[in-house]
């Protein structure tokens, strides 16, 4: 194990690269070859691991924790535009530059390839590709919800749209959401002021838009980072949800 700016650098032999849900359908050979062409990196809560501008030379996979995505605005400020989550990819396979900063929201875990081995990967490999593919779908879709989340005019509304988005598309993500007593809990992966900032709102207005939420029976708030959902269908209308789908996929 060794120090490179920006993280712990580790062997990725073993790392559970099978884990990771895009590469499921991955033949094990294949497997045995990323991890060849693989390092994975581990970086505390608040490390850059990336910067806006940068062209790195690797692919890179989320395999354990949250990343946020961060933009400069025209005066400096950092604004956060969206999160990686286990299992999303970064990098540019055409070497370009970074359009985001990306940075560790909590204690993380990426897989970085070299780009051009895992570039001559994909085009050797139909079900590595389809992987890709499947991920840059998603992450599409994603955006798509984001947008339409941040087109709520009430923060509470923004709010209902984040934890829903929580559930839908983060559901299957280890330790966001659990199963109760017929109802369930999300844990909150992100800061208060974090949440804000996504949410284009004051971290003071996120907790009133909590307590809003928790009042009408929507949500409990178990603690800080742990919500639970009591009425998603009520959470959907609140967020005037649309094309979003409140239900597991």
């Given at each position: 194990?060794?120090?490179?700016?920006?993280?712990?650098?580790?062997?990725?032999?073993?790392?559970?690269?099978?884990?990771?849900?895009?590469?499921?359908?991955?033949?094990?050979?294949?497997?045995?070859?990323?991890?060849?062409?693989?390092?994975?990196?581990?970086?505390?809560?608040?490390?850059?691991?990336?910067?806006?501008?940068?062209?790195?030379?690797?692919?890179?996979?989320?395999?354990?924790?949250?990343?946020?995505?961060?933009?400069?605005?025209?005066?400096?400020?950092?604004?956060?535009?969206?999160?990686?989550?286990?299992?999303?990819?970064?990098?540019?396979?055409?070497?370009?530059?970074?359009?985001?900063?990306?940075?560790?929201?909590?204690?993380?875990?990426?897989?970085?390839?070299?780009?051009?081995?895992?570039?001559?990967?994909?085009?050797?490999?139909?079900?590595?590709?389809?992987?890709?593919?499947?991920?840059?779908?998603?992450?599409?879709?994603?955006?798509?919800?984001?947008?339409?989340?941040?087109?709520?005019?009430?923060?509470?509304?923004?709010?209902?749209?984040?934890?829903?988005?929580?559930?839908?598309?983060?559901?299957?993500?280890?330790?966001?959401?659990?199963?109760?007593?017929?109802t369930f809990e999300v844990k909150i992966p992100i800061s208060r002021?974090?949440?804000?900032?996504?949410?284009?709102?004051?971290?003071?207005?996120?907790?009133?838009?909590?307590?809003?939420?928790?009042?009408?029976?929507?949500?409990?708030?178990?603690?800080?980072?742990?919500?639970?959902?009591?009425?998603?269908?009520?959470?959907?209308?609140?967020?005037?949800?649309?094309?979003?789908?409140?239900?597991?996929?």
């Amino acid at each position: 194990m060794v120090r490179e700016r920006g993280g712990i650098l580790h062997s990725c032999v073993g790392c559970g690269l099978a884990q990771v849900p895009w590469l499921a359908n991955v033949p094990a050979e294949t497997l045995q070859e990323l991890a060849a062409i693989c390092r994975r990196k581990s970086f505390r809560a608040g490390e850059t691991v990336a910067r806006e501008g940068e062209a790195p030379d690797r692919i890179c996979c989320v395999v354990k924790g949250i990343l946020r995505m961060q933009k400069t605005l025209g005066d400096g400020r950092q604004h956060i535009v969206g999160l990686l989550f286990e299992g999303d990819i970064f990098g540019s396979m055409d070497g370009g530059s970074l359009a985001v900063s990306i940075e560790a929201a909590s204690d993380a875990e990426v897989c970085a390839f070299q780009r051009e081995p895992f570039k001559t990967l994909v085009l050797r490999s139909p079900a590595l590709g389809q992987g890709v593919l499947v991920n840059l779908r998603s992450e599409l879709e994603r955006a798509r919800d984001w947008m339409a989340i941040l087109a709520i005019p009430k923060v509470r509304g923004r709010l209902a749209g984040f934890l829903l988005a929580l559930c839908s598309r983060f559901g299957g993500v280890s330790a966001v959401k659990s199963f109760g007593h017929g109802t369930f809990e999300v844990k909150i992966p992100i800061s208060r002021a974090d949440q804000a900032n996504l949410l284009g709102a004051r971290p003071e207005s996120i907790s009133r838009a909590y307590h809003a939420l928790a009042d009408d029976g929507k949500i409990a708030i178990l603690r800080p980072d742990l919500i639970e959902i009591r009425n998603i269908e009520a959470l959907a209308a609140e967020a005037d949800e649309g094309e979003m789908d409140a239900r597991d996929r």
